[in-house]
């Protein structure tokens, strides 16, 4: 067999793989596969999904300025969706507002799971970087040798890491350290214990001490010093 058709073998487990993960989940808070093609595109078989008109949650937030209390709420959701996944055992493994898509009636769903695992599998390694996506992530995946480990897997850890960001985009609408334009650098700071500042701009948002202390939570340095999703739904729940 060629490089190349190796490469395509590959490319078709993988889409496999994840249609069958995706057609097994069930919530309200994550986008329901409805099936699969492999007739309209010969020889490139794709998922069919609902049309999510309004886009990912930041198309959704670019269109007009929503309230403190609206965006406590996507917080939940995203939580419900990801607390959801976990109790799977199903890791997301690229959480950030573009794979967040909004329904009709403005309610959060999570899609793409091209990076999913389940939580226990124990391969060193798993699917490459997508593009952008560093900013997200946690600094046990950007640089795994500096944190004493081996595996590249996300974890459920790892996802709670990436929701702590997703806080701030959604406070903010921007990408993670937009200040900075090299991924590169940013991939620096994360590894040397850098994090968003807390979106405190008056013509956005400014998050609650509280709320950010949650956060902080979310993105600590060491995996197992991150609270599980639930306990982070938890307190989302109870300042509702």
């Not at 055992?89 to 899609?111: F, P, W, Y």
Request: aromatic share 8%.
């Amino acid at each position: 067999m060629t490089r190349e058709e190796t490469q395509q073998t590959s490319k078709i487990q993988d889409f496999a793989r994840e249609s069958l993960l995706w057609l097994q989940l069930q919530h309200e808070n994550v986008v329901h596969l409805l099936g699969i093609d492999v007739e309209r595109f010969p020889g490139m078989p794709c998922m069919v999904l609902p049309w999510m008109e309004s886009g990912n949650i930041r198309n959704y937030m670019e269109k007009k300025t929503f309230p403190v209390v609206q965006l406590n709420q996507w917080l939940r959701e995203v939580a419900e969706g990801l607390t959801y996944l976990h109790d799977e055992q199903v890791v997301h493994g690229d959480l950030r507002g573009t794979n967040i898509l909004m329904s009709e009636d403005g309610v959060a769903k999570l899609a793409d799971f091209g990076l999913s695992v389940f939580a226990g599998e124990r391969s060193k390694s798993f699917h490459s970087l997508r593009g952008g996506s560093e900013r997200w992530m946690a600094p046990e995946l950007l640089d795994p040798e500096a944190m004493n480990l081996i595996s590249t897997r996300p974890t459920l850890a790892s996802d709670v890491y990436s929701f702590g960001i997703v806080c701030v985009e959604i406070y903010t609408c921007e990408k993670p350290f937009h200040a900075h334009t090299n991924d590169n650098h940013v991939r620096k700071i994360v590894g040397a214990g850098g994090r968003p500042e807390k979106p405190s701009d008056p013509l956005k948002a400014i998050m609650d001490d509280d709320l950010f202390d949650l956060v902080c939570s979310c993105w600590q340095h060491q995996p197992s010093d991150r609270p599980p999703i639930s306990t982070v739904l938890q307190q989302l729940r109870d300042r509702a």
